[in-house]
């Protein structure tokens, strides 16, 4: 859950109200100075957006080159003017540096909208010939115009529609195939690693690149502009941010021709233990381990992912059923060999601990894709489609005892619908498989007694309101679980 932010302002009224004072009359001083005083008290009491920070900064070097006399304080403002719009630019991209290797600032100003020609004075600023007043103050204007627009604006009305889109995330699958090319290479013949270690390295820190811009493309929404996306799951500190890239990063590695080979012999899996074929592994575990260094959550992501591949597509009728999704699994269905080595893949990713780790004493990740694969294949097991999904389940608790005998419990229960098979019975055999499946590990195998049926059918001491009256065995009662109905 993502704890609540802290703003200056009591009511976006009193924002609003800033708001106009900046932009309703450039011309109006008296207005803008209101503007200044508030946004200093704002600053006095609280830490201010960067946006209003900036906004504070720029609007006061405004109304002091507007006040200001004689040509003596041409300099003065020419330097407050480049320090207030160098700490805009830096302050925008500095925190989205979020990638292991960095980034030009021009691809970060690119993402968040920002105007080229700002970044390049900013260069220029910091490195060159400070630049004349009349250029400073036309890119003040432009800096204001741009916070208008993707600070102010969000933030008054946080439902309507983002006025300008984010630029459209460059496709990873190119540097993937080159990647792809570059590890047959060397695998098939060891003698040119030293030849092509220059160029696996590069293409390495590309893909690294693409995460970090991922991450940026995640949350380019300014109307906060700080970035805070951090939240609490289990206990531990989630980024939302990264996660979306991760799982951005997933999905191009799913794609037929990336951890799938294209041709389906060399889609093979060894049953023993579960896992692609050695080519297929020295091809892609160099990338996976550089990235997990990188980003610990990823092989969690990719497990995720290829479990949610493997079950069966989702109803589109049902309630909650994303189009999306539904398109995705029915389209990756159609191929027997795709899941059969997605699911070894799965199998390797958690029975394999990641490099420079030693094994797991818990089954956490095994624990985790048992459950999620039980919980997609239902009562039913899945049909035709989850052949792939049971036998990976299959292979994950063949070393887990206490799953394997959860397993067993779950996937052989009676179907959702079976309601002409019903018996008395049933209730007591309900209450067993619940007793074994939250007793104690140790205790799982002694036997479990069956509870006891309760006698409903008798009002004998209940005090019924006037005019109702318990149904017992004689009016045709019988009891049976919440939603199934007994003819």
């Not at 220059?198 to 970035?227: H, Y």
């Not at 074929?277 to 990719?302: D, F, K, N």
């Amino acid at each position: 859950m993502r704890l609540p932010r802290r703003v200056p302002w009591s009511s976006l009224a009193e924002l609003d109200q800033v708001c106009s004072w900046i932009y309703t009359d450039e011309s109006d001083l008296d207005a803008k100075v209101l503007a200044v005083q508030r946004l200093s008290a704002w600053r006095a009491v609280t830490t201010l957006p960067h946006a209003l920070d900036s906004t504070l900064s720029l609007l006061a070097v405004i109304v002091q080159d507007s006040s200001r006399e004689g040509p003596s304080s041409h300099l003065l403002t020419r330097q407050a003017y480049a320090a207030a719009l160098i700490r805009l630019v830096n302050g925008l991209v500095d925190p989205l540096q979020l990638g292991a290797y960095a980034r030009s600032i021009a691809s970060i100003a690119a993402q968040l909208g920002l105007p080229p020609w700002l970044v390049e004075l900013r260069h220029a600023a910091t490195h060159e010939d400070l630049p004349s007043l009349e250029v400073l103050r036309e890119a003040a204007r432009e800096a204001m115009t741009w916070l208008l627009h993707n600070y102010f604006v969000p933030a008054l009305n946080p439902s309507a529609p983002p006025k300008k889109q984010a630029p459209p995330l460059r496709p990873l699958q190119p540097l993937l195939a080159q990647y792809k090319t570059l590890l047959k290479s060397t695998t098939r013949d060891a003698s040119l690693r030293s030849q092509y270690k220059a160029e696996v390295t590069q293409v390495l820190r590309d893909i690294e690149r693409w995460v970090a811009e991922a991450k940026v493309a995640a949350d380019v929404s300014a109307a906060t502009l700080e970035w805070d996306d951090t939240e609490l799951e289990d206990g531990e500190p989630q980024d939302g941010r990264e996660r979306w890239a991760l799982e951005k990063l997933c999905d191009a590695l799913l794609e037929k021709g990336a951890l799938v080979p294209l041709s389906k012999k060399k889609r093979a899996v060894a049953p023993e233990p579960l896992q692609p074929a050695p080519g297929v592994l020295a091809i892609w575990t160099p990338l996976l381990a550089h990235l997990e260094a990188l980003h610990p959550s990823l092989r969690g992501v990719l497990v995720a992912k290829i479990v949610a591949a493997l079950l069966p597509a989702p109803d589109a009728t049902a309630p909650g059923a994303e189009l999306e999704t539904i398109a995705l699994a029915d389209t990756r269905r159609r191929d027997a060999s795709y899941d059969m080595c997605l699911a070894g893949w799965a199998h390797w990713l958690v029975a394999v601990p990641a490099a420079g780790t030693p094994p797991a004493a818990d089954h956490t990740p095994l624990e985790e894709a048992a459950v999620a694969l039980i919980t997609g294949l239902g009562p039913a097991g899945g049909g035709a489609d989850a052949k792939a999904a049971r036998f990976l389940l299959d292979a994950l608790c063949k070393t887990h005892p206490a799953l394997r005998d959860t397993a067993s419990v779950l996937l052989s229960a009676s179907a959702p619908g079976a309601a002409s098979q019903w018996t008395e019975n049933d209730l007591e055999t309900m209450a067993a498989r619940l007793d074994a499946l939250v007793a104690p590990a140790t205790e799982a195998s002694a036997p479990v007694p069956s509870a006891p049926v309760p006698d409903l059918g008798s009002a004998e001491g209940t005090a019924l309101p006037r005019g109702w009256r318990a149904l017992g065995p004689r009016d045709g009662w019988r009891p049976a679980p919440i939603g199934v109905h007994v003819g």
